[in-house]
Each structure stands twice: as C-alpha cells, then as structure tokens.
C-alpha cells in the first residue's frame, strides 16, 4: 500500500478539522446534535404521549418547545466543554454560549407558558435528566464518552418522561397511562440502544459467544414481545401494540446475523432511526386504535 505523503501535514491534537474563524454564530456541529440516533429518544416518547393524551393544548404546544429546547441546548454546552478541555479549538466558545443562550431563553418563556397554563407540575420532570447531563459532560471532558450504554440507557430514561407528561399537559390530573407509556418507551428505547452497540461490535467468529450487549439487546426486544402480550392478553393495552414490538424484534434477530464491521456508525444511526420511526407510527396508531 503507497504510503499518504501528507498524513503528516494533516495530524491535529483535534478531533476533527475545525472552521475557520468567523463572525457568523452559526456552525451547524455547534447548534445542532451530531448523533443522528439521539432525536429519536425524545421525539419518539413526545409523539406518543401527543398521541395518548386526552387533548393537545396551548400546554401541550409550551411542552414540545421546552423539550426540544432542553434537548438542543445539549449540543452547545458539549461543545464548550470539549473546546474547554482542548479538544475543539477555542474558537468554538462563543457560539456555544450564544446558541446556549438562544436554547436557554426559549426553554424558559416556554417553561414559564407552561406554569401560567397551570401545568407548571410538569417541569419537575427535567429533574432526572439534569445528573445524566451533569454525568456525561464528565466523560466529555475526560474523552471517555464513547461506547457508554449506561449512560445512554439513564439519559433515554430521562428524555421518555416527555411522555408521561404530554398526558398530563393533554388532560387535567396525572394518569396512570402515562406513566405506562413512558415504560414502554423506554424499554423500546433501551433495546434499541443495546442493538446498535451489537452492530457496532466487530465480526464475531464461529463459535464465539455472543457479548452482553448483543445477548441483553435479543433478550430485551423478546422481553418486551412477552410483556407486551401479556399487557394485550389483559386488556391493559390495545392488541395491535404488540406489532411495532413485533418489529424491532424481527429487526434485532436480522442485525444479529448480519455483521455490521464495514458499516459506518451514522449508517447505523439512521437504520436506528427509521425502525424507531416506524415504530412511534405505528404505537401511536394502535394507541388511538
């Protein structure tokens, strides 16, 4: 193999190649989240309890920009820590901060949209997610966020309380559904997140047993089928819920056999995210159903 002549030239201690400096506060790696899989892990719990409340309500509007805003102002602050500890270059301090502003003012007029609407009891839910942030923004600093499924795991936990709440904000009290809902969101988030670390797992040879991630991921999406049936069986849940269950079992056992070595971890981001895509329609549909 003929070696890269300017290999050399392109070394940075960086870990990737920065911008050039600009006047502009725009950089899109600053303002918007990276990780296309992520979304998924609020929008997929914020549909579904649209979906399951009662009503969709100016609260219920005040809830969805609170959350994306909470959600967004993630990047930002990354950002700023990694540019902090040297792994970005110093330039990218001042847009943080500006977009973190922006994320920050629209959070709170919508928090305060929500109080005023009297569904201010909502807003102790952002609670769980602040030491989940506070946890990974640690390993950001020390460069040891990558391959966390814990962290991941607390952090989908976290963000699927959006479902609980867009019931409450669509009716008048706190339901019991709603705290349903946000199990089985999270139990679909979670073995979504444990499949995609089986993919990202070298080719496993012949006879070798499989690793935690791939075992807990197969036995989670079986575990939510059966829990799932089980729920229908007794009329908790309606019967077609079981289908979108369904799928991301079948999905599961076909990543499990097709070895993913060559595959890029933003194709398997975006695989992800289409089953996971699927599946809130099809949730909701037979929520509504």
Request: include cysteine; charge should be positive.
């Amino acid at each position: 193999m003929q070696a890269d002549p300017l290999a050399s030239c392109r070394a940075s201690p960086y870990e990737e190649p920065m911008p050039a400096l600009r006047a502009s506060p725009w950089r899109r790696h600053v303002a918007l989240p990276q990780d296309h899989g992520s979304w998924v892990f609020l929008l997929c719990p914020l549909v579904i309890g649209l979906a399951a409340a009662p009503a969709v309500r100016w609260a219920s509007l005040a809830l969805v920009v609170a959350a994306l805003a909470g959600f967004l102002a993630r990047q930002p602050i990354t950002i700023a820590i990694r540019a902090l500890s040297g792994r970005r270059r110093g330039d990218d301090l001042a847009p943080a901060a500006w977009w973190l502003a922006l994320y920050g003012a629209v959070g709170l007029g919508a928090t305060a949209a929500l109080v005023r609407l009297g569904a201010g009891d909502v807003v102790w839910l952002a609670l769980p997610a602040l030491p989940v942030l506070a946890w990974q923004l640690w390993l950001v600093s020390r460069r040891e966020e990558r391959r966390r499924p814990g962290v991941e795991l607390l952090g989908a936990s976290a963000l699927a309380l959006v479902a609980p709440a867009a019931v409450r904000v669509g009716g008048d009290a706190w339901e019991a559904r709603g705290w349903l809902l946000w199990l089985l969101v999270w139990l679909q988030s979670a073995a979504s997140i444990l499949q995609a670390h089986m993919r990202l797992e070298p080719a496993r040879p012949p006879g070798m047993p499989r690793s935690p991630a791939s075992r807990g991921a197969l036995a989670l999406v079986a575990g939510n089928v059966v829990l799932v049936a089980a729920l229908a069986a007794t009329d908790v849940v309606p019967a077609l819920l079981v289908v979108p269950y369904a799928l991301q079992a079948v999905d599961a056992l076909w990543s499990a056999t097709h070895a993913a070595a060559r595959v890029k971890p933003a194709r398997i981001g975006r695989h992800q995210l289409g089953v996971s895509a699927t599946f809130t329609l099809l949730f909701a549909l037979a929520w509504r159903g």
